[in-house]
Structures are given as structure tokens and as C-alpha cells.
């Protein structure tokens, strides 16, 4: 029989099974972010370099040749008395506006050019809503009404 599971962020040095959750646990509390890096290096790699090694490529060298996201020192946690994670002093490398590489939420054209920034924010807010209304479409289609609050683990439409 399976268990269902997923590898969580933890702290540097913690054996694999600390870092076990449930999905339910996972998406009950929010302060926890899949361990992307193990997904990819041990679960996604291996996949990918048994069929593009027959060609010559190797999906593992690749991977490693990518640029890694650095922490920004420096931040204040604004939020006192909040839960501190980890996740809270990491800075977005990109405009939430415009995408541009930056190390501030805006960069300096979306910051001087307010205008623009609440336009492009705007068209973002208006793809989100359009792809959650045809999430919704597919799980009510699913499961009727009750597909509202659906959280089933198996189903293909959730985590796309």
C-alpha cells in the first residue's frame, strides 16, 4: 500500500523522515514550502537523465549549471510578533509588477511609473481569477457543489 507524503523545508542537518508531512498537514499550514530541491534532484532528474542520456544529455549537470537563489540580508521582519520562518527573509528577486530582475517588490520604472504597475498588477489579478474560475468549473464538474471545498489528495485537477 501507498503513503501518501511530501518532503518539507526544514533546518540544515535534519534527517530525511523529520522532513516527512502529510499532504493534508502541508496544506493546513502554510508556513511549510515543499522541498523543491530534493523533488527535483531525486525524483525528477533521475526520470528525465534515463531517457535524455540515451542522446547525450544529462539533465543532472544541467541542473547544477543553473544560477541558485541567494538570500538578501538585511530584512526587517515588519510583522512583529508574527511566526518567523525561514521563508520571510528571503527577498523576491523579480518586479511584482513587470517581472524585471530587482531586489525591492517594485523596481525603479514600476515605482516612478505607478500607473503602469497597477495595470500590469491588474492584468495578473485578472489571469488568476480567469485560471481559479476554471479550477472551479473542473472540480464542480467533478464532484458538484461539494467540489467548493474539495482537497482530495488524488485528484489531477488540484495541482495543476
Known amino acids: 500500500e501507498r503513503v ?6 526544514g533546518e540544515p542537518g535534519l ?12 496544506l493546513d499550514q502554510p508556513h511549510l514550502r515543499l522541498n523543491c530541491v530534493y523533488y527535483i534532484t531525486k525524483v525528477i532528474i533521475p526520470c528525465l537523465n ?11 549537470a544541467w541542473y547544477n549549471q543553473l544560477p ?8 526587517q ?9 525561514i521563508s520571510q527573509y528571503f527577498a523576491s ?16 520604472t514600476c515605482t516612478q ?15 488568476m481569477e480567469t485560471r481559479v474560475q476554471a479550477a ?5 464538474t467533478c464532484a458538484g457543489a461539494a467540489g467548493r471545498d474539495c482537497v482530495s489528495v488524488d485528484c489531477p485537477a488540484m495541482y495543476r
Open 15 to 26: 534527517p530525511l523522515i523529520q522532513l516527512v508531512r502529510t499532504p493534508y498537514t502541508l
Open 113 to 127: 511609473d505607478q500607473s503602469r504597475a497597477v495595470t500590469l498588477v491588474s492584468a495578473q489579478i485578472g489571469d
Open 136 to 140: 472551479t468549473r473542473v472540480c464542480v
Open 50 to 60: 534515463r531517457c535524455l542520456l540515451l542522446v547525450g544529455a544529462d539533465a543532472m
Open 68 to 75: 541558485k537563489v541567494k538570500a538578501v540580508k538585511g530584512i
Open 93 to 108: 528577486r523579480k518586479c511584482a509588477a513587470c517581472g524585471d530582475i530587482c531586489i525591492k517588490t517594485l523596481c525603479d
Open 4 to 9: 501518501p507524503y511530501v518532503v518539507v523545508y
Open 77 to 85: 521582519d515588519i510583522k512583529v510578533g508574527k511566526k518567523k520562518v
